[in-house]
């Protein structure tokens, strides 16, 4: 399905959608379905959610050097290693 807006619409909608940590087509169907919007995430989880990624971005450059036949130098391991027990710590004290 397509719809025509302007670009400030556009960029209001995706911008509306990002803050609420949804993809523009579930905003556009929960406002569709009348639906309760989630809150959008406070800054703690908002930094969370980076943090989460960038450790995703870690585990991915490692496994792809790993896949290429590189052995991964020590330092890219103990960075990949810090992040996931920082990661761990941090939820288990949020528990």
Known sequence: MQIR???QEKSAIRARAKS???H???YLLSLHRNTALPPPPSEIERRQL???AQIGNMINELVTIIRSG???DTY???LVIKAISLFVKFHSQKR
């Open 5 to 7: 807006v302007s670009s």
């Open 20 to 22: 609420l940590n949804l």
């Open 24 to 26: 523009v087509s579930e």
């Open 50 to 52: 980076e943090e989460v």
């Open 70 to 72: 590189k052995v991964p």
């Open 76 to 78: 890219e391991l103990q």
